[in-house]
């Protein structure tokens, strides 16, 4: 059985937390021109029901 809150439709996407301070340091030094949302996540979600059927699958849990 997988514990889970609400229906496990919700998204998430991952990076690696050096990536992401490199996007932020990046983007701090960048022109004062640059306006406008910046995406620094990765665009590849994965719902919460897919995420724990993977970990299931690769740790042979049940």
Known sequence: MI???GDGEQTCSF???DD???G???LMDSPDEL???VNLGNP???T???LAEAVK???GSR
Do not use: K, N
Request: with cysteine; proline share 4%; glycine share 8%.
């Open 24 to 26: 932020f340091v990046r």
């Open 15 to 17: 990076c690696y937390l």
């Open 20 to 22: 992401l301070i490199e």
């Open 44 to 46: 590849g979600e994965f």
């Open 3 to 5: 514990a889970r809150f």
């Open 48 to 50: 919460m029901i897919e």
């Open 35 to 37: 306006t406008g949302p």
């Open 57 to 59: 699958e690769l740790t």
